[in-house]
């Protein structure tokens, strides 16, 4: 399964709909996108605590309506792109085809759970379309708490060493149904999350020769920012 991380952010301003569109456009499996609260419980597509880096206007997420953050370009660091609003998660639920999926990266903390899941359910999706990820242990487990049925994944960055065994612990411990990691190089690592009864993903990966390497690993999706140009080169 490849996974257009923020959409197909390498053509596109990243998490919007303009770089969702392009994602289904390359013929990507799924759409993965950032996601936090606003001031006012809206649900907003956005990486950053605040947007500067992609809107070039500075507003902090969790302080500001989505009236406020409505009013910015999200296209900002793209020339050749028309103006980009910040979008709702529920407007990201509408590009997703039918037989498409979406992974939702929660980048707040659990607070953020009922509002996720009222969204999910006045979506036109099938609970089987939807992932949710994040690096937070408490957000997966306030999600299954109460929508165990929803599919949820916890983030794993290498660059913090954690024993395998307290990461298996972890996952079992918030009730996960896998773990998502940045780990490129440690096929040990990956067969004892598998071995274990979890999925593994993998993110972000742009070149053929890896992708090609994590699958031959067993890994059940792989995020790129090309996903056009991946899904031609495993093809």
Not at 175 to 193: C, P, V
Request: aromatic fraction near 6%; glycine fraction near 4%.
């Amino acid at each position: 399964m490849i996974v257009a991380h923020r959409g197909a952010s390498k053509d596109a301003p990243e998490n919007t709909l303009e770089a969702f569109r392009l994602a289904w456009l390359q013929n990507a499996d799924a759409i993965e996108g950032d996601f936090r609260l606003t001031k006012d419980g809206q649900i907003v597509c956005m990486h950053d605590e605040d947007t500067s880096r992609t809107c070039g206007e500075k507003m902090i997420v969790s302080e500001s309506t989505y009236s406020e953050l409505s009013s910015l370009d999200a296209s900002f660091q793209f020339d050749n792109i028309p103006s980009q609003s910040v979008p709702l998660l529920s407007d990201v639920f509408k590009t997703v085809p039918d037989n498409k999926g979406v992974y939702i990266e929660v980048k707040c903390g659990p607070e953020i759970v009922p509002a996720l899941i009222t969204a999910i359910i006045n979506s036109n999706l099938t609970k089987e379309q939807i992932s949710i990820i994040a690096f937070d242990a408490s957000v997966v487990k306030a999600l299954k708490s109460v929508a165990p049925d929803i599919k949820a994944n916890l983030l794993y960055d290498v660059a913090s060493p954690v024993d395998s065994n307290e990461l298996l612990d972890c996952l079992k411990d918030i009730k996960a149904d896998g773990l998502g990691s940045n780990n490129m190089n440690s096929k040990k690592l990956i067969d004892t999350i598998i071995q274990s009864g979890f999925e593994y993903h993998s993110w972000t990966v742009d070149d053929s020769k890896t992708a090609k390497k994590l699958l031959e690993w067993g890994v059940s999706s792989i995020a790129t920012n090309r996903p056009g140009y991946l899904r031609q080169q495993l093809l």
